[in-house]
């Protein structure tokens, strides 16, 4: 089979493509911003001169930067780790594009991961940005909520997860261990659970 772009319904954006031995390729640098998605017709012919003819949209793909919350407690230093979907399962970097208004941020060892520095600011944001190759994505936000533990509100019923770090058994009876701290944020309220302990029954 040969190809080849041909004008028709669908043709709109064929200037901005080329093809070279069955391959398509981009003829100019796209911008996710100002244009998305790109419409072309394509011709095959096989070597008996028969030939169809179809038009196909392309959509521009960009690795893709996670919005989210964190929380943590006024004063503490705590680990931030941004969060990022590759397009094609490439490596990601990330970039700061946008500083926190309050607190400091700089980068830890491993990529992706920062050192937040809080300050009294009860809520802080900042911005960055995930690249991937030449690619890059847009900007997402990242909302940090700092609390005093001392003026937390009573927890709810429906409270988060807890991890149980051991369980013993000795006979009929069982001894739960320490269980670890818990910190949450649920309708932008924060909420931390200490350490317990449970003995035998």
């Known amino acids: 089979f040969t190809y080849q772009l041909v004008s028709g319904v669908g043709?709109?954006?064929n200037s901005s493509f080329r093809?070279?031995?069955?391959?398509?390729?981009?003829?100019?640098?796209?911008?996710?911003?100002?244009?998305?998605?790109?419409?072309?017709?394509?011709?095959s012919t096989d070597n008996t001169g028969l030939?169809?003819?179809?038009?196909?949209?392309?959509?521009?793909?960009?690795?893709?930067?996670?919005?989210?919350e964190i929380s943590g407690i006024i004063g503490n230093d705590f680990r931030i780790e941004l969060k990022g979907q590759s397009v094609n399962g490439g490596s990601l970097?990330?970039?700061?594009?946008r500083q926190p208004t309050s607190g400091s941020l700089l980068p830890s060892n491993s990529n992706g991961v920062?050192?937040?520095?809080?300050?009294?600011?009860?809520?802080?944001?900042f911005q960055y940005v995930v690249r991937e190759g030449s690619m890059t994505s847009l900007?997402?936000?990242?909302?940090?909520?700092?609390?005093?533990p001392n003026t937390v509100a009573n927890i709810p019923k429906n409270?988060?997860?807890?991890?149980?770090?051991?369980?013993?058994?000795?006979?009929?009876?069982?001894?739960?261990?320490?269980?670890?701290t818990d910190s949450f944020i649920q309708g932008q309220s924060y909420y931390q659970i200490g350490n317990m302990t449970f003995g035998t029954l």
């Open 93 to 97: 970097s990330f970039e700061i594009t």
């Open 11 to 13: 043709s709109t954006d």
């Open 51 to 68: 030939s169809v003819e179809n038009a196909i949209l392309l959509n521009v793909v960009l690795p893709t930067a996670v919005s989210f």
């Open 159 to 180: 409270m988060g997860t807890m991890q149980f770090n051991s369980i013993s058994v000795i006979g009929t009876n069982w001894f739960l261990g320490t269980i670890s």
């Open 139 to 148: 900007p997402a936000t990242v909302i940090v909520y700092k609390y005093n």
């Open 19 to 43: 093809i070279e031995n069955g391959v398509l390729y981009a003829a100019t640098t796209f911008n996710y911003k100002t244009k998305n998605s790109y419409s072309i017709r394509v011709k």
């Open 114 to 125: 920062y050192v937040y520095t809080s300050t009294n600011i009860t809520t802080d944001t």
